[in-house]
């Protein structure tokens, strides 16, 4: 089945009560057992709902997993994944990294005794430098947030089976439509779905799936005992969401070359990370792991200020200056201030996260007029 179909149909079908084609919400807490331990399936919502199962069956179908998971938020999804470990474990995490990701291994799991080491992860022989006896997960995030750096999965995956190391993969950025983690040995594919596949900004949702019974086991544990579930409110839209990740992905890909493309022709624009340049580091495992280079970007100006930046991001119309990405809409980001503020400054700057940097979630309106709206504000 090819993925437009699979996004569309797989994970669902009429509800049989009804034929109604879309999965009912079902808005319930409980469910009425026959007696004690005989029931269909479901006996409380925060361990099984309808409406989430039929989620998780749809995103396991769209990275070619055998098993979906689903969280209340992105971050939700790799506090579970994180919790697989113990204290005294360490993990290998990739420098470049969404900063909630970076704040909950360094804020809130350090505390515990797990230790983290951040490793720039664009040639995979330095993650097996820093392995030891210790080390129970290497974490990536690949095209990266916010420097668009690329991680070649199956060479960081090569490298965890050797030493029989968990494999996660922070799989937001490109989402299933472009790339597809399990495929390439990762352990676990990991979503903020609220991002791609949800792609309206109107549902905050994360995912986890994986290929492994044991693996699964033990994430549907500290699901259900921790509890950070979504409602069935959130996993219809997610659902909805996923029907047209195949079409939305395609305009923010078209979209994302052109304005990638401007952006580096114009004269006050110094660097442009984009993954589909042919210069871009890493370019050919992009092009071998990806089946395109998305509408995320990053850019600085040639007037390399906070000030320059500043008056970009209160200048544009269309593109909305706000958190997040993915939707439909197109967004504006200031990663320093806004997305990556929690990274202490030097360890940014060492990474090449500056001050002046801007980071772009290209949407699916029309290309020229996205061109046009940043041509202004730059010029202003």
Request: aromatic share 8%; with cysteine; hydrophobic share 40%.
């Amino acid at each position: 089945m090819k993925q437009g179909t699979k996004f569309i149909h797989a994970g669902t079908s009429p509800d049989p009560s009804t034929g109604a084609i879309m999965t009912p919400i079902y808005q319930t807490s409980t469910f009425v057992q026959d007696s004690p331990g005989h029931h269909k399936g479901y006996e409380y919502a925060r361990t099984q709902n309808p409406t989430r199962h039929a989620l998780q069956d749809a995103l396991a179908a769209a990275e070619n997993g055998k098993y979906g998971l689903c969280f209340a938020s992105g971050l939700a999804a790799i506090d579970a994944v994180i919790k697989l470990l113990s204290s005294g474990d360490e993990v290998v995490a990739a420098n470049d990294m969404y900063g909630g990701t970076y704040r909950l291994f360094t804020k809130v799991f350090e505390r515990y005794g797990i230790k983290f080491k951040f490793v720039d992860m664009s040639d995979a022989a330095n993650i097996e430098k820093e392995i030891t006896a210790n080390t129970k997960l290497v974490w990536t995030e690949t095209p990266t947030n916010p420097m668009m750096s690329i991680i070649d999965i199956e060479a960081v995956a090569s490298i965890c089976h050797k030493k029989n190391i968990l494999m996660a993969v922070d799989n937001t950025f490109a989402s299933p439509y472009l790339q597809n983690p399990l495929d390439l040995g990762a352990d676990m594919a990991v979503h903020s779905a609220t991002k791609y596949i949800g792609g309206h900004s109107d549902v905050v949702h994360g995912c986890i799936i994986v290929k492994d019974d044991v693996l699964h086991e033990k994430l549907a544990f500290i699901q259900n005992s921790c509890g950070a579930v979504p409602g069935p409110q959130d996993c219809f839209l997610i659902l909805r969401g996923l029907k047209t990740l195949h079409v939305r992905m395609q305009r923010h890909c078209e979209n994302g070359e052109k304005i990638a493309q401007w952006l580096r022709s114009n004269k006050k624009v110094d660097k442009v990370y984009w993954c589909g340049f042919p210069d871009h580091p890493n370019h050919d495992i992009a092009k071998k792991q990806m089946r395109g280079f998305g509408g995320m970007m990053s850019f600085t100006l040639k007037d390399d200020s906070i000030d320059a930046a500043q008056k970009v991001l209160s200048h544009t119309k269309l593109f909305s200056l706000a958190e997040s990405l993915g939707g439909v809409e197109s967004l504006i980001g200031h990663p320093a201030t806004m997305t990556h503020a929690s990274i202490p400054r030097e360890e940014r700057l060492k990474h090449g996260l500056t001050d002046s940097l801007i980071r772009l979630s290209v949407g699916i309106e029309d290309a020229d007029d996205l061109i046009a709206d940043l041509k202004q504000a730059i010029d202003a």
